[in-house]
């Protein structure tokens, strides 16, 4: 397990490797290489490398702009979770726009691995930043499904759910998120492929945006204060 804390500390933790899979991302740039850009933020423009691996796809620039923009108000001092983090371009974009807490899992060791390097960048690029500096970003490596089932709930703010296309994860992980993973009128992106339809949403849960993007479907869900 690799785990990329704030501060540069690195621990280890617990987590599997089943049920959850990386999320598909097909690396932009040179073949066999790619990149992850930020596109907005106090570290806007910076590039990552994303590393080789079967499948590795990130959340495109036009979708990221979108979501962001469903998210202005909400990212700022928020708390976010990105369950199949793949190339982290959602959860490190949450991080340049000013999360106080990320928390990234990803379920593949070598991907994982890279997501730490990267955020241990980011984080030395933010030290130097007031806005940016008390900030936190975490990479684990474990499987989403696991690693929420092993936990004592902590709430998050926004939750990111982009799994693996042509793995039926969204409810299930949706499903454990009820379990006090999620503060009240907590923000859940979801996306899937642009021809399947979205799951079956837990109680209280209520879909507040949706777009189609090529082969993508995204939406955003929020939970409804009690």
């Known amino acids: 397990m690799v785990v990329a804390a704030s501060g540069g500390r690195r621990t280890a933790g617990g987590g599997g490797s089943a049920g959850a899979g990386h999320r598909r991302v097909r690396a932009a740039g040179h073949r066999g290489t790619g990149h992850v850009r930020i596109i907005g933020g106090r570290l806007r423009g910076r590039r990552l490398p994303v590393p080789k691996h079967t499948g590795l796809r990130p959340t495109t620039d036009r979708v990221r702009e979108t979501l962001f923009n469903w998210l202005a108000a909400d990212i700022p001092g928020s708390h976010c979770l990105d369950c199949f983090a793949g190339a982290g371009a959602l959860g490190f974009e949450a991080f340049s726009r000013g999360a106080a807490r990320v928390l990234l899992l990803e ?18 690029a933010a030290a130097c930043d007031q806005a940016l500096a008390t900030a936190q970003l975490q990479v684990v490596q474990a499987d989403a499904l696991h690693w929420l089932a092993a936990r004592a709930p902590v709430p998050f703010d926004i939750v990111f759910l982009d799994p693996p296309f042509d ?8 499903a454990y998120l009820t379990r006090g993973w999620l503060k009240p009128g907590a923000a859940v992106y979801l996306e899937m492929p642009a021809a399947a339809p979205l799951p079956a949403l837990p109680e209280h ?18 939970l409804e204060p009690a």
């Open 205 to 222: 849960w209520q879909v507040v945006r949706e777009r189609t993007a090529g082969q993508v479907r995204y939406a955003l869900a929020r």
């Open 107 to 124: 379920r593949a060791e070598r991907v994982a691995a890279g997501l730490a390097a990267n955020a241990e960048v980011l984080r030395t």
């Open 167 to 174: 793995d039926a994860l969204l409810a299930a992980v949706c």
